[in-house]
């Protein structure tokens, strides 16, 4: 991705205000900063100053390691990302559930859905190893792949476990 790319992605801190439906001038407001100073650091034109990332983290409630990289710019936003932090919000939902003395019942659905995203985090790393594994550009690869891919799609697991024993594959 080159400088021009990185700066028009999404960052994890723009996903928050939008999720949470908040406004740059209101953040600002909270955060005695401005809308410009905001924007800057969701934008990744400047990096987030220390003093100010704590201040970052505590408003919305997550760790100072979620909202950055190693040079203090805004993380960007990425699909695993988003799974990562949306379970992070499930989690802290049943944590404040449970500190309220909340009935099972209303619980059980939040439970459910960290479920769910955690098989969705799984199917998100099973694509980008393949991805990274598709790079490669090895047509040996690119071969084992279609065969896996032709057994499964034809519901042919065990005749793709049986060639995998004999090393037909």
């Not at 990332?53 to 100072?64: D, I, K, T, W």
């Not at 040079?71 to 799974?83: F, G, L, M, R």
């Not at 047509?139 to 891919?149: C, K, P, S, T």
């Amino acid at each position: 991705m080159n400088k021009s790319e990185m700066e028009r992605s999404k960052t994890i801190l723009e996903y928050l205000v939008m999720i949470n439906e908040l406004s740059y001038s209101g953040i600002g407001r909270e955060l005695n900063i401005t809308p410009q100073q905001f924007s800057d650091w969701i934008k990744k034109r400047r990096p987030i100053p220390q003093e100010r990332l704590q201040a970052l983290a505590n408003y919305f409630g997550v760790e100072e390691a979620v909202l950055i990289d190693n040079h203090q710019y805004a993380k960007p936003i990425t699909s695993i990302a988003k799974i990562e932090l949306h379970m992070l919000l499930v989690e802290q939902k049943v944590e404040q559930l449970e500190v309220e003395g909340a009935d099972e019942e209303d619980i059980e659905p939040y439970r459910n859905k960290k479920f769910e995203l955690q098989q969705e985090r799984e199917d998100e790393l099973r694509l980008a190893r393949i991805a990274v594994v598709l790079q490669q550009r090895d047509e040996r690869i690119d071969a084992l792949i279609d065969i896996v891919l032709d057994e499964l799609e034809a519901g042919q697991i065990e005749d793709l476990r049986r060639k995998l024993q004999k090393g037909d594959v």
